[in-house]
């Protein structure tokens, strides 16, 4: 198996590494303060799937504030991860992006189909719908 690492900022993106270990990366933006959490996870998309890495990059603004879609536009783009799919699963302030390492297994999710959209405040989540 080939040995991968959690998402970067490009080169010359206003990030700045704050912390670094085995599982993440943390870093800030230089200008405005807001958050970057990088790691990378064993998923499955259904219990019976065998597992496969995806990465995970959360976004939030100082003073643990929900960033609008203009900044975590360009925030992707600084990560070169523009084709991750945003996916939150409890209300709060960190837009969370998915993305599978390998190409086979980048698909929509399916548990979208079983969810329901929420609104906490500014912030759009999704829970499975009670049956």
Same mark, same amino acid.
């Given at each position: 198996?080939?040995?991968?690492? $959690?998402?970067?900022?490009?080169?010359?993106?206003? *990030?700045?590494?704050?912390?670094?270990?085995?599982?993440?990366?943390?870093?800030?933006?230089?200008?405005?303060?807001?958050?970057?959490?990088?790691?990378?996870?064993?998923?499955?998309? !259904?219990?019976?799937?065998?597992?496969?890495?995806? *990465?995970?990059?959360?976004?939030?603004?100082?003073?643990?504030?929900?960033?609008?879609? @203009?900044?975590?536009?360009?925030?992707?783009? @600084?990560? #070169?991860?523009?084709? =991750?799919?945003?996916? #939150?699963?409890?209300?709060?302030? =960190?837009?969370?992006?998915?993305?599978?390492?390998?190409?086979?297994?980048?698909? !929509?999710?399916?548990? +979208?189909?079983?969810? $329901?959209?929420?609104?906490?405040?500014?912030?759009?989540?999704?829970?499975?719908? +009670? +049956?």
């Amino acid at each position: 198996m080939r040995a991968y690492m $959690q998402r970067i900022p490009v080169k010359g993106s206003p *990030w700045s590494l704050v912390q670094l270990d085995y599982e993440s990366c943390v870093y800030i933006h230089d200008r405005d303060a807001s958050i970057a959490i990088s790691s990378i996870a064993p998923v499955r998309d !259904k219990i019976e799937d065998e597992p496969h890495l995806e *990465w995970l990059v959360s976004f939030s603004g100082k003073g643990k504030t929900v960033l609008p879609d @203009d900044k975590i536009k360009q925030y992707l783009k @600084d990560f #070169n991860f523009s084709d =991750a799919e945003e996916d #939150n699963h409890e209300p709060g302030f =960190a837009r969370k992006f998915f993305l599978a390492v390998e190409e086979k297994y980048r698909k !929509k999710c399916e548990c +979208k189909d079983e969810e $329901q959209v929420r609104l906490s405040e500014n912030y759009v989540y999704s829970r499975k719908i +009670k +049956k």
